[in-house]
């Protein structure tokens, strides 16, 4: 009986705590808000918007919203569309946003019967096609508001970059080209066609869509000068994916790796190539009228010369995997061809350096070189401040350009400063004027290391020489400086200007703290030639392995006599950058190297 009564015991106290446990329950949940749940389109919108803006960069939410809506139609979650399917089907994998957007956005289109990307056609009879400049500077300013041309029958055509419905009846788009845009308005009032068709494709038609009208000129009432279409507008090609036009387009990361939307999205982004080929006009324009002839010299070559850097090899299947060299500069064919007697050569084109990338440099870049026979350093200096002040005052409308931090400006018009090196840095380090060749490299460490100077390995003369020229001289050229008086140990391929063969005769141009030029009168004694390429040997084995290995075919020519001959170099990249405002190299450059995401 005890052990029954213990047992009844036992078992009812659990039950009793249950009973309590769940009036507890059930008054708390009395006080708690039941989370409500998602239906089948919020939850899909929710999630597809999400994704969408993660692969489209600088879109903006109501942008993806939209861009989302025409997909839901036909969406997996859609309940029309489960219901709509056999049972026996089996579930298919759902497309990415992207890629449902485009289907839906392509099947609409196509519903309209028409032809996503026709073949360009000329503009219908009696509408002449005209740039949207010419429709500002042309009567822009000769109407007034709400005035109309109707007589001024014209075409337009070009990117949409904007779009406003104000009725089922009237469509605005702000349509972009060349940098110019003009609004065209899109009105059923003054269409004599398929009514049904023309709002069809006017509620179609999307920002980034390529498209064409005709009408006449005029003014809206609020003065925005605009084209009256009074034809259908034509579709030249649909935009599939989202371009974010109202949002911008600003990390720089992804602004480069979506070139094509940065230069849709960012107009300072198109200033660096359009510049580009300003740039390069002039020069060629300046040595064009100086008789000069520009030439091309081979990029892939079995020898690298002409400077010291690190070169993109390669190997050629057709001469037995023979190893070839990307040019690191044209410098040794140029002056074979003016041995060949083209006394004046130019050449405009990449070099490739397998070394660092930053705001600087670039793997791939624009030099101009051009070698002149029968000219002297100082030619070739005033040369220089004539093409650059003529390319300023040309190209900037102004002899004064602005850098892109909005301090310091560099004035073209005044002289060049000029600045003897030597002497300059025995100013700053007297130790450097009793400096013997044969222990130069020990005393110049030493020097480096007194002075807490930084040095990358290895340490040869030439590399410290420069590595004092960057810390004490370099700084100090914010306006447009001549450095001159080089050491000749620094300058290879360079004739010395004093007996001793000290000093090189060779002069840099430095524009705020940048190396834009390099020119030396050129060394045309094979045999002295040789001896240099010898000395540079010893640093190659020593360790420096931007030394190029001797051009022993380039030797060989000099021995038919290179007449007295002045070269030049200039780094296109930087001027660009300099002249558009810009603080990065890549900014000039079509589609900068960039580092792979795998190695990011």
């Known amino acids: 009986m005890t052990r029954v009564k213990s047992s009844t015991a036992t078992a009812s106290a659990p039950a009793s705590a249950a009973k309590v446990s769940k009036s507890k329950v059930s008054k708390a949940s009395k006080g708690t808000k039941t989370a409500k749940k998602l239906s089948p389109y919020n939850k899909y919108m929710k999630n597809e918007i999400s994704k969408v803006k993660n692969d489209n960069p600088g879109i903006t939410h109501k942008e993806a919203f939209k861009m989302v809506a025409l997909s839901w139609k036909t969406a997996p979650e859609n309940p029309k569309v489960i219901a709509a399917k056999p049972l026996t089907t089996a579930p298919a994998a759902a497309p990415s946003s992207n890629e449902a957007i485009k289907k839906q956005r392509q099947q609409a289109l196509n519903d309209l019967g028409l032809e996503l990307y026709p073949r360009y056609t000329p503009p219908p009879m009696g509408y002449p096609l005209v740039t949207h400049a010419l429709v500002h500077s042309r009567w822009g300013h000769a109407m007034d508001n709400g005035a109309k041309l109707t007589d001024v029958q014209l075409t337009v055509q070009g990117r949409i970059v904007s779009k406003r419905e104000a009725s089922k009846k009237l469509f605005f788009f702000d349509v972009e080209q060349d940098g110019q845009t003009v609004q065209v308005v899109s009105s059923q009032a003054r269409f004599t066609g398929d009514i049904k068709r023309f709002r069809s494709l006017n509620r179609a038609l999307m920002s980034g869509d390529i498209i064409r009208a005709s009408g006449f000129v005029g003014k809206t009432n609020t003065g925005e000068t605009s084209v009256f279409a009074v034809e259908l507008l034509e579709l030249l090609a649909p935009c599939l994916r989202p371009i974010p036009l109202r949002s911008g387009f600003s990390d720089s990361e992804k602004r480069f790796r979506s070139r094509h939307l940065d230069l849709l999205v960012n107009p300072k982004a198109k200033r660096g190539l359009i510049m580009r080929s300003q740039v390069l006009q002039y020069i060629r324009s300046f040595l064009d009228a100086r008789q000069f002839v520009e030439v091309e010299t081979p990029i892939l070559s079995p020898n690298v010369g002409g400077a010291s850097a690190r070169p993109f090899t390669t190997t050629s299947v ?283």
């Open 318 to 600: 057709a001469f037995g995997d023979t190893p070839l060299f990307m040019r690191v500069a044209p410098e040794l064919y140029l002056k074979q061809l003016v041995i060949g007697g083209l006394n004046r050569v130019y050449e405009i084109g990449k070099q490739f350096r397998n070394e660092g990338v930053d705001a600087d440099h670039n793997p791939e870049f624009t030099t101009c070189e051009f070698y002149q026979a029968y000219a002297s350093l100082e030619d070739l200096m005033q040369m220089t401040e004539d093409m650059l002040r003529g390319m300023v005052k040309k190209l900037t409308g102004s002899t004064i350009v602005q850098q892109s931090d909005n301090i310091d400006s560099i004035d073209f018009n005044t002289p060049f400063r000029r600045v003897d090196v030597m002497k300059t840095l025995c100013e700053h380090v007297p130790e450097l004027s009793d400096i013997d060749n044969g222990e130069a490299l020990p005393k110049l460490q030493h020097i480096l290391e007194k002075h807490h100077i930084v040095a990358p390995h290895p340490h040869t003369v030439p590399r410290l020489l420069d590595r004092l020229i960057g810390h004490y001289i370099e700084p100090q050229c914010i306006q447009p400086t001549f450095l001159y008086g080089h050491p000749s140990i620094m300058s290879p391929l360079a004739k010395c200007v004093d007996g001793n063969g000290k000093i090189a005769a060779r002069f840099e141009l430095f524009i705020n703290g940048k190396e834009f030029v390099n020119a030396y009168e050129e060394l045309n004694d094979p045999d002295l030639q040789r001896d240099k390429f010898q000395i540079q040997c010893e640093d190659r084995i020593k360790g420096d392995e931007e030394v190029p290995p001797p051009d022993i075919a380039f030797c060989n020519a000099l021995e038919s006599a290179l007449p007295p001959t002045a070269g030049w170099g200039m780094g296109i990249d930087r001027l660009i950058a300099l002249l558009a405002g810009f603080s990065h190299l890549r900014e000039t450059i079509s589609f900068p190297v960039m580092r792979p995401t795998s190695l990011k």
